[in-house]
Each structure stands twice: as structure tokens, then as C-alpha cells.
Nanobody, 121 residues
């Protein structure tokens, strides 16, 4: 069973960049597809990005496509989310998630505790 810990959140201004990290332990990291999700106050948690087990394939929500990049380093048991050109509407708690099998926009079994991203206008 894998445990996930996010880091890298913070307060930035609109247009700035931020990189989130998610460190995994307790499982075989390379056997999990990974995803990033976010939840803004008063809203449901939404899919942001996903990456397959090898890191060769990615998929993004339309709202972040072209601005965010998901990547992973299996040797470091870590997945990243590079966020550029941040907008106030990107402000949310960001969660890292893992699932066995193919990458997907849903159906994740393991979740981190989340990291807050605040974007000021």
C-alpha cells in the first residue's frame, strides 16, 4: 500500500509559477499511474492531470492544458506538477493520487493529504 506526501504549495501572484512534488513510499512506485487533483472552497474535487507508470504518456484537464506539466522520476518515487502562468481560479488544495493499472481521470485508490496553492490577483 502506497503512502503519498505532497509539498511545494504556497502563496504566489497571478502569472507566477510553482512546482508541486509528491513523494511516495510503501509500494512499488513504478507500478502506479499517478494523478493530480484539486479542490477549491465550496467546489467538488476535480481532475487536473495524470501520467502513466513509465512517464511516457500524460493527459490534462482542459483548464490547465498548456500551462501545467505532470512528470515523474521513478528512481526518486516522486511525481511533480509544474504550474506556470497561474491564475486566481487555480487556487485550491492540490492532491496527489495513485492507482494501479492504466492512467485515468478517476478511480484512484490512494491519496495524499493535500497542499494549498493560493494565487493572488
Amino acid at each position: 500500500q502506497v503512502q503519498l506526501v505532497e509539498s511545494g504549495g504556497g502563496l504566489v501572484q497571478a502569472g507566477d509559477s510553482l512546482r508541486l512534488s509528491c513523494s511516495a513510499s510503501g509500494g512499488t512506485f513504478s507500478s502506479y499511474a499517478m494523478g493530480w487533483f484539486r479542490q477549491a472552497p465550496g467546489k467538488e474535487r476535480e481532475f487536473v492531470a495524470t501520467i502513466n507508470m513509465s512517464g511516457s504518456n500524460t493527459y490534462y484537464a482542459d483548464s490547465v492544458k498548456g500551462r501545467f506539466t505532470i512528470s515523474r522520476v521513478n528512481a526518486k518515487n516522486t511525481v511533480y506538477l509544474q504550474m506556470n502562468s497561474l491564475k486566481p481560479e487555480d487556487m485550491a488544495v492540490y492532491y496527489c493520487a495513485a492507482r494501479e493499472g492504466l492512467m485515468a481521470t478517476r478511480g484512484y485508490n490512494y491519496w495524499g493529504q493535500g497542499t494549498q496553492v493560493t494565487v493572488s490577483s
